[in-house]
């Protein structure tokens, strides 16, 4: 795509990265097929074609509206497209320099403002989020219905087993996930250390800065990475094998680590060291030899997999999981459109209510159209997106062989 920057914007970083990725488009709308958004409001300007045109017109200098808001801030991030993609547009960066950019230009409406500020100053700190989960479960009761449903429901973590290994990885515990679903790491950790690695939880680690970031508060997000990447670089330096995400979500975003950090003298190759090590817990299991969970596998039933959009087109580890799981024995149902958004994104179920049920609707229906007997995913927030619009009970898959450990 031939694109000129304007002269005001020649040395913005944002904008001289956005031209090189604006080159590679050819605009042959193959990523119209695979846009939720589009499909489900048939507007290009809701589609990455129409959203890279967009961002090409404030690359170029035209003033952005209220209107160019708007369609990028219905974009899930979900990078369905980059999959399609023949082209190798790497649309997820682009959108984050594009939102940044109309981010500066436009203000947005003052409740939207507020209900932003409100995201930041809570979800992304740990010790902010579990009183008010505490709270919730507290009260689930007497909640209306629909607020009910958002609430996680109580898990017991179990017992963290103490080091005892010769190997050693790291986890990141994330800002929501110790306080919504703390069994998932604790489960983790009890698999681990049943092949021969421990897991170690650092604690002075946190978010790993994603909501930040996606809300366009990219210095903000630096910090948390910087922060992170502080506190895991003892350990790293003392022989850690892998830092491991169980957040599919986290994962994407601390493997981009090194990407957004390349600029930063003091912590470019820490942050290039940091995404080298960084795995998802399937890309570790693969490795390591779980015959001893594969005759028990069996027992557990049918289970209908969702992975997440940040699995299998952000991490590009498509059918990784289902394929382990497989393997182990696990029964997997069928599951249409697998590929598809289920309409959590981050914050975005927050932020776009509407069109984020839709999407998570017709994933419900997908996943329990052939009665399994459990949903598993491998993201925090597709689990508790899709839990309370199924109304029962969505566990991590690590939590599957975590109780064939019994």
């Known amino acids: 795509m031939q694109t000129s920057i304007a002269p005001e914007l020649a040395n913005d970083a944002r904008v001289i990265e956005a031209e090189k990725t604006l080159r590679k488009c050819v605009h042959c709308g193959f990523c119209l097929a695979t846009c939720p958004t589009y499909n489900l409001l048939g507007d290009e300007l809701d589609s990455p074609r129409g959203r890279i045109y967009l961002i090409k017109q404030v690359v170029e200098g035209s003033t952005p509206t209220e209107q160019t808001l708007t369609h990028l801030d219905r974009c899930l991030t979900c990078r369905n497209c980059e999959t399609t993609c023949p082209s190798g547009v790497e649309y997820g960066h682009l959108l984050d320099h594009g939102r940044s950019l109309v981010e500066e230009r436009v203000e947005r409406p003052l409740g939207n403002r507020l209900m932003r500020q409100a995201v930041l100053a809570v979800l992304p700190y740990p010790k902010r989020v579990a009183p008010l989960v505490k709270l919730g479960q507290l009260f689930a009761r007497v909640l209306p219905k629909s607020l009910r449903a958002s609430v996680p429901m109580k898990q017991a973590a179990g017992e963290w087993p103490q080091p005892s290994q010769s190997r050693s990885m790291l986890v990141l515990d994330g800002c929501v996930q110790p306080s919504m679903t703390p069994a998932t790491n604790a489960a983790t950790a009890r698999i681990l250390q049943s092949l021969g690695i421990d897991l170690i939880n ?4 946190g978010c790993c800065g994603a909501v930040h970031f996606h809300l366009n508060k990219q210095a903000d997000a630096k910090t948390f990475m910087r922060q992170n990447i502080d506190a895991w670089w003892p350990y790293i ?10 957040a599919s979500g986290c994962g994407v975003m601390v493997k981009d680590y090194g990407h957004v ?15 080298s090590l960084c795995k998802d817990i399937v890309e570790v299991l693969q490795t390591e030899d779980l015959s001893r969970f594969q005759a028990a596998a069996k027992q557990v039933g049918p289970v209908a997999f969702h992975p997440p959009c940040t699995l299998q087109h952000g991490q590009k580890l498509p059918m990784a999981t289902e394929t382990l799981l497989t393997q182990l024995g696990f029964e997997l149902t069928p599951v249409a ?4 958004c289920c309409g959590s994104a981050g914050t975005y179920s927050i932020f776009q209510p509407e069109l984020s049920r839709q999407l998570r609707d017709k994933k419900v229906a997908s996943l329990t159209a052939h009665t399994p007997q ?3 995913t491998a993201n925090i927030g597709c689990q508790l997106h899709l839990q309370a619009g199924s109304g029962q009970r969505v566990v991590h898959w690590v939590e599957l062989l975590d109780k064939l450990l019994d």
């Open 237 to 246: 330096e003392n022989g850690a094998e892998a830092l491991i995400t169980t």
């Open 374 to 376: 459990v949903i598993a």
């Open 202 to 205: 650092v604690e002075k680690s």
């Open 261 to 275: 950090l390349a600029e930063d003298p003091q912590y470019k190759e820490k942050a290039a060291k940091v995404s």
């Open 337 to 340: 459109d697998a590929h598809t």
